[in-house]
């Protein structure tokens, strides 16, 4: 039924007018037949208050129906919807993938609210920002000695070689849904590793911890290195924690 809405109902509903207007009415009529019921106004008037309140939680109802309603639709529609490959190459494809797939309890009422408000689209698939306040960890030779070496994926770019302005703003404008805050990224081979995992339970065994600063002594490591990553250009693997 929520697909034989006319434009402005439909709006209407995205908005939230009906449901809304339909808890004044309770709340109004509701009032309104508690002062009729005990003679301050004529009883007449409080039995059209109290009516009032019935078509208000008619209102009420139809709204919240209808969303469901259109909240279906939208979900229906996407069922099947695939984010792709990572448009970036700092940012590996399961990373992306996992991220960005439709989300029914997320992204169909963004959706939904873009159609009458389409800065909301910003918090959907059209998101920038997947990293908010990177940091870059420069890797150092004596690390590079350290970290495991493994194959890097076929068919896979590096990324631009180091610039300091270049890569952060290309971090911070990241696209896609928020993945992370403040994460501590390596810079190995003169370029941007790539992202691999966002949690310590999924680091892969050889991935070598960086601590805060190069220098540091990291004697124990256990639970450390939430976020993994891999040089694209050489395979080596680093485990980092965020900056904050």
């Not at 952060?168 to 990241?174: D, F, K, V, Y």
């Not at 696209?175 to 680091?203: D, M």
Request: proline share 8%; net charge negative.
């Amino acid at each position: 039924m929520a697909r034989e809405l006319g434009s402005w109902t439909r709006a209407a509903v995205i908005r939230g007018d009906i449901t809304s207007a339909g808890l004044v009415l309770i709340l109004a009529g509701v009032g309104g037949a508690l002062v009729g019921a005990v003679g301050v106004i004529p009883g007449s008037v409080g039995a059209a208050c109290a009516l009032g309140a019935a078509g208000g939680v008619m209102c009420v109802y139809l709204g919240r129906t209808w969303w469901r309603d259109l909240l279906e639709d939208v979900v229906d529609e996407h069922a099947d919807f695939d984010p792709g490959d990572s448009p970036v190459p700092w940012v590996s494809d399961a990373i992306w993938h996992a991220r960005n797939a439709f989300d029914p309890a997320l992204d169909a009422p963004v959706i939904l609210m873009a159609e009458v408000d389409p800065l909301v689209r910003a918090f959907g698939h059209d998101a920038t920002g997947a990293f908010t306040e990177p940091v870059l960890r420069p890797v150092t030779p004596e690390e590079r000695g350290l970290a495991a070496i493994d194959e890097v994926p076929h068919d896979v770019a590096a990324p631009e070689a180091f610039d300091i302005v270049g890569t952060l703003a290309n971090l911070t404008q990241t696209p896609g849904r928020f993945i992370c805050v403040a994460p501590r990224w390596p810079i190995c081979c003169g370029r941007l590793a790539c992202l691999e995992t966002v949690t310590s339970e999924q680091r892969p065994e050889g991935a070598l911890y960086l601590p805060p600063q190069s220098g540091e002594a990291s004697e124990d490591t256990a639970g450390k290195g939430t976020h993994t990553f891999q040089c694209r250009a050489c395979g080596r693997r680093y485990a980092t924690d965020p900056a904050w």
